[in-house]
C-alpha cells in the first residue's frame, strides 16, 4: 500500500475543517446540558425511606431461605 504525503497546506485546511467541527459539537452539548440542568433544578427530590430494621434471630424464615437455596442449588 502505498502512503500519499500531503502537502502542508492541506493538513492546514483538514485542521481548520475538524476545529471548526468540533467548536460547533462543544457548542450544542453545552447547550444540552445547560437544558438538562435547568430541567434537573425543577424537579422535586423524594426522600428515601430508610429500610426496615431487619429481624437476624428469625430462624425459621432463614432455614425457609437455605432448603429453597439448597434445592435448587446444581
Known amino acids: ?27 450544542r452539548s453545552l447547550s444540552h446540558f445547560e437544558e438538562l440542568e435547568a430541567g434537573l433544578a425543577g424537579l422535586d ?16 424464615e432463614e432455614d425457609l431461605w437455605v432448603r429453597r437455596w439448597g434445592r435448587f442449588r446444581k
Open 1 to 27: 500500500m502505498k502512503k500519499r504525503k500531503l502537502k502542508p497546506k492541506s493538513v492546514l485546511n483538514a485542521y481548520r475543517e475538524n476545529s471548526h467541527r468540533n467548536k460547533k459539537i462543544q457548542g
Open 45 to 60: 427530590m423524594e426522600e428515601e425511606k430508610p429500610c426496615p430494621d431487619l429481624d437476624i434471630t428469625d430462624i425459621k
